[in-house]
């Protein structure tokens, strides 16, 4: 899973660095909203990147009835080394996924919606015709939804990005994942640091109304300068808002964690990306490309300029 992919996974395999105190968190109970999001996605065949790529935060956001909504299956067709979800060959396209996620956003009673998906390179447009349709049902199901999305680099192909982009999504998401340095590291090899610039850039660039989107995990090895490069490449290319978060290996295939950053480097990149020009940067080590505490704040930005 490329950009599209929240490098959002609980440790689940030994490591030998030691573990800072924020790491010992306590999962929160299943309470009715967390119930009624995983019954939902069930009956509607709906995949979750809250569980395929076994998310921390999943207690959290489910329990507070934010769910990020996976669309074009469970299975990537790309193998970045540092995400948990399924990758091999996808199933077909399913034509009933559209009015089945406005059907379930729909009976959630969700105002700010999140949708990601795997990478279909499989598919001659990687799915975006697909992902802009379920856009589209989105809306017109629920007309004052905000519609966040985190898709595809679409290998480049700005005509591919250009229909989803169509669709008219609030916030066009789409995550660089590391420095340039560990691109191949951590990355499908059809990924690339650049092809993701391009994709942020032609987005703002075609249209400067619509909010841009992406995300940096730490602990694989990054120097602080790099993260600061990165930092800066992003806001070159237009870029509104930014989360940075800590990687956490999910199992013996995916990279081992290099070093669990400390709380007053998050606090540091949070600050440095504000001075930037961020328009919002979420920064700690538990915070995802789909972190709900950001959403009450982009909500917010894009209602009050609506309104101008």
């Known amino acids: 899973m490329s950009c599209s992919s929240c490098p959002a996974m609980i440790q689940l395999v030994p490591n030998r660095l030691s573990k800072p105190d924020w790491f010992k968190r306590k999962a929160s109970p299943a309470n009715e909203k967390y119930l009624k999001i995983r019954e939902t996605a069930r009956t509607l065949k709906l995949a979750t990147v809250c569980e395929e790529a076994m998310c921390p935060n999943i207690g959290e956001c489910w329990g507070g009835g934010t769910a990020t909504f996976m669309l074009m299956g469970d299975t990537c067709t790309r193998a970045c080394r540092f995400c948990h979800v399924n990758h091999g060959k996808p199933q077909p396209l399913d034509p009933d996924e559209p ?16 949708i990601t998906c795997v990478d279909r390179d499989d598919v001659p447009d990687g799915g975006a015709a697909h992902f802009a349709q379920c856009i589209r049902y989105l809306r017109a199901n629920s007309p004052k939804i905000i519609v966040e999305v985190l898709v595809s680099d679409f290998q480049g192909n700005t005509e591919s990005t250009q229909k989803v982009m169509d669709a008219k999504p609030h916030v066009y998401g789409h995550n660089i994942e590391t420095v340039e340095r560990l691109q191949s590291y951590a990355r499908d090899h059809r990924a690339g640091y650049k092809q993701s610039l391009g994709v942020l850039e032609y987005v703002k660039k075609t249209d400067p109304s619509m909010y841009t989107k992406s995300s940096i995990m730490i602990g694989l090895g990054e120097k602080p300068e790099e993260v600061a490069q990165a930092m800066r490449d992003l806001h070159s290319v237009g870029v509104d808002f930014l989360t940075v978060g800590q990687y956490l290996r999910a199992t013996s295939w995916n990279l081992k964690v290099t070093e669990y950053v400390p709380l007053e480097q998050f606090k540091k990149y949070e600050t440095d990306g504000l001075a930037l020009g961020f328009k919002y940067v979420a920064s700690g080590p538990y915070v995802r490309s789909s972190y709900k505490a950001g959403e009450l704040f982009i909500k917010n930005v894009i209602q009050s300029n609506a309104t101008h």
């Open 99 to 114: 009015q089945n996620l406005a059907t379930a956003i729909g009976r959630l009673g969700i105002d700010y919606a999140v």
